[in-house]
């Protein structure tokens, strides 16, 4: 694998932490419990849209864009990361969100990830629900470069092969924290949405030549079109790295039994998931990724999927500046 290659801007507070998580593990009396904490990459309260864009960006910068343009939900950490990063290295950003629940409360709209994509000094547009999202993208870039401004479109979430390969190098990162600590892991589970995650943790486990399978617990899409669309992804990424065909089909596993509703809409098991989290072990997870996808761990630890003896790793993707988003969703939910 090239990775090494690529320009890549270093902003990461990494390696990012992996811990037991002791008290979870003794509540659920299944296997060990892990949680490797990419909510603390360090960029504007981390998550993983960060190792992404240390790739995109640093892309952006050599064809010398002075302008991000970006997309995503209303609450979209994605949006937020890409806003603190565009501040940081003094570009401009832009993005355009998509109400993709309809939710009119005003934390949705206006709290959490909104109010810091304004912080962060963004020009912020919205746009209706099941907008062509990369066209308004290609709208606004061409009005901008019209202006003179020089633009980078930076997909949502930042899924291309490029911002894959902040994942390769996070599944790295990880074997080599499981190797010193003496620790084999049975299964790496994480919420999955773009699929740039997915794609490049597949990805980079090959590389690591780890066998440690990578469990998505899906947030949107039903389960053939998100493995779908991870392999894809996958196997865009492996040709960038000049290693094609390495990853089967088989090692691309999604789970899209979580998700509720859809989209952004809470469920019980993420409102119970993101309670038993913050009471058993101090850790704030997200109501729409991270939240649903331990709601989904939870489940399947429950219904036998996991033998004692086992260690699972949770990829703890960040995103907790959402819950300021959800609080009319807790408000009365909350045990005592
Ligand atoms: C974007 C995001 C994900 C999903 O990652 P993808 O690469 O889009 O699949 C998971 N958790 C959080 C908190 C996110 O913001």
Redesign the pocket.
């Known amino acids: 694998m090239k990775l090494a290659k690529f320009p890549r801007i270093r902003i990461t507070h990494g390696p990012t932490p992996l811990e037991p998580m002791h008290r979870l593990s003794a509540a659920l009396g299944g296997p060990q419990l892990w949680i490797k904490r990419d909510?603390c990459t360090g960029l504007a309260t981390g998550?993983?849209?960060t190792r992404?864009l240390e790739y995109l960006v640093a892309d952006a910068v050599q064809h010398g864009a002075d302008t991000l343009i970006t997309q995503g939900a209303t609450q979209?950490?994605?949006a937020r990361q890409t806003a603190a990063i565009a501040a940081k290295m003094g570009m401009e950003c832009h993005i355009i969100l998509e109400d993709r629940t309809g939710y009119r409360f005003a934390d949705y709209q206006h709290s959490g990830n909104v109010f810091l994509d304004h912080l962060y000094g963004a020009h912020v547009s919205e746009v209706p629900g099941n907008t062509a999202m990369d066209k308004a993208m290609e709208d606004l870039a061409a009005q901008l470069r019209a202006k003179g401004r020089k633009t980078y479109i930076i997909p949502g979430?930042?899924?291309n092969a490029l911002g894959a390969l902040g994942?390769v190098t996070c599944a790295l990162e990880l074997a080599d924290q499981a190797m010193n600590m003496g620790l084999h892991i049975d299964e790496l589970v994480?919420?999955?949405?773009?699929?740039?995650?997915?794609?490049g943790l597949v990805v980079g486990m090959e590389g690591a030549r780890t066998q440690i399978p990578v469990l998505?617990i899906g947030?949107r899409a039903p389960r053939q079109p998100q493995e779908d669309k991870v392999f894809m992804l996958a196997q865009q990424t492996e040709e960038l790295l000049g290693v094609p065909g390495s990853v089967a089909r088989d090692k691309v596993v999604a789970n899209c039994d979580y998700i509720g509703e859809g989209y952004g809409i809470p469920t019980p098991g993420m409102m119970e998931a993101v309670t038993m989290l913050a009471r058993l072990e101090g850790i704030l997870l997200?109501p729409?990724?991270?939240g649903k996808?331990m709601a989904g761990l939870i489940d399947l630890i429950r219904t036998g999927h996991y033998r004692k003896g086992q260690n699972i790793v949770f990829l703890h993707?960040?995103?907790a500046v959402?819950l300021y988003g959800y609080m009319h969703a807790f408000e009365g939910h909350m045990a005592p």
């Open positions: 909510d998550g993983n849209k992404k979209s950490n994605h979430g930042g899924s994942y994480h919420a999955t949405g773009s699929a740039g995650t997915q794609a998505g947030v997200d729409v990724y991270s996808g993707t960040g995103g959402g």
